[in-house]
């Protein structure tokens, strides 16, 4: 079966496992947050690995740099709506450690992939 580039970098696999980490986490969230901050977690969790992909497709650096930028910018997102939960009582501090600390590493590793689209 062909494999697309995207499928191979780390980034994308780090982007896949918090979307699927995020999913997990937020179906323990009260049933009044499904189209509030639920909705918000899940859209932009899954916004990261989809910029990714259609970054790494597009043919200019310029067009891969801007997908990459919103990648990021999603990914910090991520983390503002888990502060949030963290507030809410949504989600314990073990929780939001362990968030934290995913999303720390993806967001070093698109930014390290953006600076090296720029060069």
Known sequence: MHEYNFE????????????????????????????GLVSQLRRSASSISTNIAEGVARFSSKDKARFIEIAYGSTIEVLNHF?????????????????????????????????????
Do not use: G
């Open 83 to 119: 502060l949030l939960s963290k507030e809410l009582q949504f989600i314990d501090e073990s929780e939001l450690v362990f968030y934290r600390e995913t999303i720390n590493e993806l967001s070093n590793k698109i930014n390290a992939f953006y600076k090296n689209l720029k060069n």
């Open 8 to 35: 191979k970098l780390e980034i994308w696999k780090l982007a896949i496992q918090l979307a699927v980490n995020v999913y997990k986490t937020t179906k323990k969230f009260p049933e009044e947050e499904k189209f």
